[in-house]
């Protein structure tokens, strides 16, 4: 095998390991063992109703609770900047028990489009259909829902239908498989919910190349790309720009050691066309975003995930000019970021000093997983 080959294959088992974006062709076996034991509890449980595991994520931004601090150890605050205040804003209260049946709001106008589970045993996934305001949920058979931004699709994920994905029509209930290749990490939505973006990966030839599916049509596209040229190592995926026209992929510093205990240094950000799979530009950004929300509405600043924390970083220098809240903040205006905190369903609106504006919870069924937001 090459060695970008490996370098994608290691970077998908070691997300698979931090339970980030699951990679569905890896680990075959372990997941056959999974389906079996959730059939078995679902016989045992028939009837029953079945848990909702949820956590936070924008079109592909990933609001992660993230697992609890160990015993005796303190988890570090991180802020906006030094001088932050204490919070003072007040804290709403999470949406009544039946909260599926209308839209859960968030500070700052967004909204929580959906909550899926990203393993086996799967649980119970949901997708908002803004038509009616209210969350449909998924058949339980599939390990994954991604909630498109807007539109009535939601994207499904059944681990036995290796190199496939489920378009879900949220009102007829319907889905429609597209044969996709196999994919690693999690689909990406554009910002408007018409497009798929996937990270593929050949596991014959080692070829790495970028798929987009148009949701209405069924039409896929993919096109491949050129890793020596485009250099990442670790985990490499692509995610939107802001605008929906493009999308980009990390790429890895040649000239700076790697290693296993901390993310590769990056040199920048490669952007590439969705039309024509061509890459379009270059900025400099030290580090990974998120998603398309990740970049400042006005362009000037991106969320990233650096080597030691999440970052805030000037995107035509790069110059990092203070932390992040969390590596997938969401900016809502240009001056206001949305995070979760982490450990906790609540979500907090902050503004550039670090001051907390707004403080929202969350349903309690949606405090452990994945949970996908989007403007109102």
């Known amino acids: ?7 994608v294959l290691r970077s998908a088992v070691r997300a698979m390991a931090a339970e980030a974006r699951t990679a569905p062709d890896l680990a075959c076996r372990a997941l056959r063992q999974g389906r079996r034991l959730r059939r ?66 968030l500070p700052g106008g967004w909204v929580v489009t959906g909550a899926t589970s990203t393993g086996t045993p799967a649980e119970q996934g949901y997708a908002l259909d803004r038509d009616r305001g209210r969350y449909v949920a998924a058949d ?8 498109a931004p807007r539109g009535g699709t939601a994207a499904v994920v059944d681990y036995e239908r290796a190199g496939e994905i489920g378009l879900l029509d949220l009102r007829g209930r319907t889905v429609r498989w597209v044969r996709t ?41 993919t096109f491949p790309v050129d890793r020596d040229r485009y250099f990442c190592t670790d985990q490499c995926f692509f995610t ?16 700076s050691s790697r290693s296993e205990s901390q993310p590769h240094a990056r040199r920048g950000v490669q952007f590439f066309s969705a039309a024509n799979g061509q890459p379009t530009r270059f900025v400099p950004v030290p580090g990974d975003p998120a998603g398309p929300w990740s970049w400042s509405p006005d362009g000037r600043l991106v969320v990233i995930k650096g080597q030691d924390g999440p970052k805030l970083a000037e995107v035509a220098t790069g110059r990092v000019v203070g932390p992040a809240p969390a590596e997938d903040a969401v900016w809502v205006t240009d001056d206001r970021l949305l995070h979760r905190v982490r450990w906790t369903a609540e979500m907090v609106l902050v503004d550039l000093d670090g001051r907390e504006l707004a403080r929202q919870s969350l349903p309690a069924e949606l405090g452990i997983n994945v949970v996908t937001v989007a403007p109102r």
Not at 65 to 73: H, K, L, W
Not at 181 to 186: A, L, N, S
């Open 1 to 7: 095998m090459s060695g970008s080959g490996e370098d």
């Open 40 to 105: 078995r509890r679902r016989t045992v449980a028939a009837g029953g109703a079945l848990a909702a595991l949820v956590a936070l994520v924008g079109p592909y931004v990933w609001l992660r609770p993230g697992a609890p601090p160990d015993a005796g150890t303190s988890a570090p605050v991180v802020t906006l900047a030094a001088s932050a205040t204490p919070s003072t804003a007040s804290v709403a209260p999470a949406p009544a028990a039946e909260w599926t049946g209308a839209t859960v709001t």
């Open 140 to 147: 339980p058979r599939y390990e994954e829902v991604w909630a």
């Open 181 to 221: 290749g196999r994919h690693i990490m999690t689909p990406h939505w554009s910002p408007d919910g018409r497009q798929l973006a996937f990270t593929l990966l050949d596991k014959e030839s080692g070829q790495f190349s970028l798929g987009v599916l148009t949701a209405a049509t069924g039409a896929y596209r």
């Open 240 to 255: 939107w720009g802001r605008d929906g026209r493009e999308v980009a992929l990390q790429q890895t510093d040649p000239d």
